[in-house]
């Protein structure tokens, strides 16, 4: 079975600058999360969908970061214009279940802003 | 609100010893708590699903326990490797998702 896909793995980008991430997730989960997730720190939720609906996005900075998840499979989170605090790992997640049940994890994507 | 923490913080151990790892959360209303494994420049691997139902969960070297009524789940590693190196990190669910602890940076030295 394919594990959640996530592109691309690394991105360096000047402030100000856009950057889009790319996430297929494990076939079959109707739950999709992003997460930020600061060099040592856990991870933190972006936004976290449920087929192609928002369950979550309270803590999604939403004056520059976007994301969407249309036909209710992959999804994109987008940051437009890019800030240095920016700079993180996003790892998407899915589950089979909401609730939350249990999340498998991509690889990351990390961005950093200079 | 649901705030997660895991002591130690970093941990470094000559191989094969045995080893417990703990995390606190402070919303004890859980149904679950998940524990991963996470390599340098990676993403989280999951290790173990512990419902409320159970008090323990095993996988290998590896046993979690989950104890709802102190706020606390531990994870003991058996007879650990240098292959065991990696941070560990726990999530404890809030509302639909989960809250992650800093984790514990883990190194086992042959």
């Known amino acids: 079975e394919a594990g959640v896909a996530q592109s691309p793995r690394y991105k360096i980008i000047e402030k100000r600058q856009s950057v889009a991430f790319w996430c297929n997730p494990i076939s079959g989960h109707a739950t999709l999360y992003w997460y930020q997730q600061i060099l040592g720190q856990g991870p933190k939720l972006l936004i976290q969908?449920?087929?192609?609906?928002?369950?979550?996005d309270s803590q999604l900075p939403k004056d520059r970061f976007s994301a969407e998840r249309l036909k209710g499979v992959d999804s994109t989170l987008k940051i437009q214009p890019a800030k240095l605090e920016d700079s993180a790992v996003y790892l998407c997640?899915?589950?089979?279940?909401?609730?939350?049940?249990?999340?498998?994890f991509g690889e990351g994507s990390r961005l950093t802003v200079l | 609100k649901q705030e997660v923490t895991q002591i130690p913080a970093a941990l470094s151990v000559p191989e094969g010893e045995n080893l417990v790892l703990n995390c606190s959360f402070t919303d004890s209303a859980i149904y679950n708590l998940q524990w991963f494994r996470q390599d340098p420049g990676k993403g989280l691997t999951s290790l173990l699903l512990i419902q409320s139902s159970q008090r323990e969960q095993t996988s290998g070297r590896l046993n979690a326990s989950l104890d709802k009524s102190s706020g606390r789940s531990t994870l003991y590693i058996a007879a650990s490797q240098p292959g065991d190196s990696a941070t560990y990190l726990c999530a404890a669910p809030y509302g639909q998702n989960f809250v992650f602890g800093p984790g514990t940076r883990l190194s086992v030295l042959p």
């Open positions: 969908f449920q087929n192609n609906g928002v369950v979550d």
């Open positions: 997640a899915s589950s089979l279940v909401g609730g939350p049940g249990e999340l498998f």
